[in-house]
């Protein structure tokens, strides 16, 4: 199985920041990287996918980047709508697998 | 628009089963294949089963195989995930998603739906 790890596992922002999310496939995943943000009590909700391409709708302050096994996920100018917790999930191979979770909460 | 609004789900004890259904609309449905991806409760994401837009394929996580069984019915836009021998550490919330194949993402996603296991 293919384990996906993120960093930091939380952070502290505050509006207007920049944030960066990492993560790292246990092997090779080519571009088959997707990113989400999950708000409490909600769904998940698809940001970004194949690595670097915006899911349609989704605010162009969203960025994703990497190949291979490290990917990152950037966040510029944080707005109060982007405290949540973001996952990376790995659709190269199954099982498919989902990173542990990155909670960004305010500062 | 799309919309895929879970049902079937409650509490049930260690060894009982339970049947989710997904309700699909705004979409053609055979186009598409489905997964079933489940959160339990404080916990992270995990993928639990696909199904192939025909039907004919189907995947699990290995903790579930065996013991969960993913189908569809592309006539009524419908898709379950019958779970028989349930532990405690089944209990999440579930959640239907729609990819485009196995390797794309998940685009969409139901509400949720709770199941408990416990005695």
């Known amino acids: 199985d293919i384990q996906m790890t993120q960093s930091p596992s939380s952070l502290s922002a505050s509006v207007g920041d920049r944030v960066t999310i990492t993560c790292r496939a246990s092997?090779?995943?080519?571009?088959?990287l997707n990113w989400y943000q999950q708000r409490p009590e909600k769904a998940p909700k698809l940001l970004i996918y194949?690595?670097?391409t915006l899911q349609s709708g989704v605010p162009a302050r969203f960025s994703g980047s990497g190949s291979g096994t490290d990917f990152t996920l950037t966040i510029t100018n944080l707005q109060p709508d982007d405290f949540a917790t973001y996952y990376c999930?790995?659709?190269?191979?199954?099982?498919?697998?989902f990173g542990g979770g990155t909670k960004v909460e305010t500062k | 628009q799309v919309q895929l609004v879970e049902s079937g789900g409650g509490l049930v004890k260690p060894g009982g089963s339970l049947k989710l259904s997904c309700a699909a609309s705004?979409?053609?449905?055979?186009?598409?294949?489905m997964s079933w991806v489940r959160q339990a409760p404080g916990k992270g994401l995990e993928w639990v089963s696909y199904?192939?837009?025909?039907?004919?394929?189907?995947n699990y996580v290995a903790s579930v195989m065996g013991r969960f069984t993913i189908s569809r019915d592309n006539a009524r836009n419908s898709l379950f995930l019958q779970m028989t021998s349930l532990r405690a550490e089944d209990t999440a919330v579930y959640y239907c998603?729609?990819?485009?194949?196995?390797?794309?993402?998940?685009?969409?996603w139901g509400q949720g739906i709770l199941v408990t296991v416990s005695s």
């Open positions: 998603a729609r990819d485009y194949s196995s390797s794309s993402p998940f685009d969409y």
């Open positions: 705004g979409f053609i449905f055979s186009d598409y294949y």
């Open positions: 199904i192939s837009s025909s039907g004919s394929y189907t």
């Open positions: 092997q090779i995943i080519s571009g088959y």
């Open positions: 194949a690595a670097s």
């Open positions: 999930q790995q659709s190269y191979s199954a099982p498919l697998t």
